[in-house]
Nanobody
Framework: RVELVESGGGSVQAGGSLRLSCAASGATHSSYCMAWFRQVPGKGREGVARIRMGSDIGGDITYYFDSVKGRFTISRDNAKSTLYLQMNSLKPEDSAMYYC??????????????????WGQGTQVTVSL
């Protein structure tokens, strides 16, 4: 069982930055795919970014959805069992509840939210003009 706890959300003005953290505990492994999703009331959960173990050389591979590409950076610190999302050049449309998630399936790292095994409670991000 894995526990995920997000933090770092808050209220900022457009153009500002925030760094979200997701602390993982329990039976975690660096091989897990980790992802960030976001959701606003009345809409479905949408992907933000994800990170997975790379090829046989061991490097991580990252993916970004078009809406955040070039502005957000996903990373992780395996020693601290923590996932991060650095958000720069924030826009009002980035306002949402942000969730981190983990997929324990080996070799999988889905762009959709349906196959992730573990979820955090969410942290609110509000971007104003």
């Amino acid at each position: 069982r894995v526990e995920l706890v997000e933090s770092g959300g808050g209220s900022v003005q457009a153009g500002g930055s925030l760094r979200l953290s997701c602390a993982a505990s329990g039976a975690t492994h660096s091989s897990y795919c980790m992802a960030w999703f976001r959701q606003v009331p009345g809409k479905g959960r949408e992907g933000v970014a994800r990170i997975r173990m790379g090829s046989d050389i061991g490097g991580d591979i990252t993916y970004y959805f078009d809406s955040v590409k070039g502005r957000f950076t996903i990373s992780r610190d395996n020693a601290k069992s923590t996932l991060y999302l650095q958000m720069n050049s924030l826009k009002p449309e980035d306002s949402a509840m942000y969730y981190c998630a983990a997929d324990e399936r080996v070799g999988f790292c889905s762009s959709g939210h349906g196959r992730y095994n573990y979820w955090g409670q969410g942290t609110q991000v509000t971007v104003s003009l």
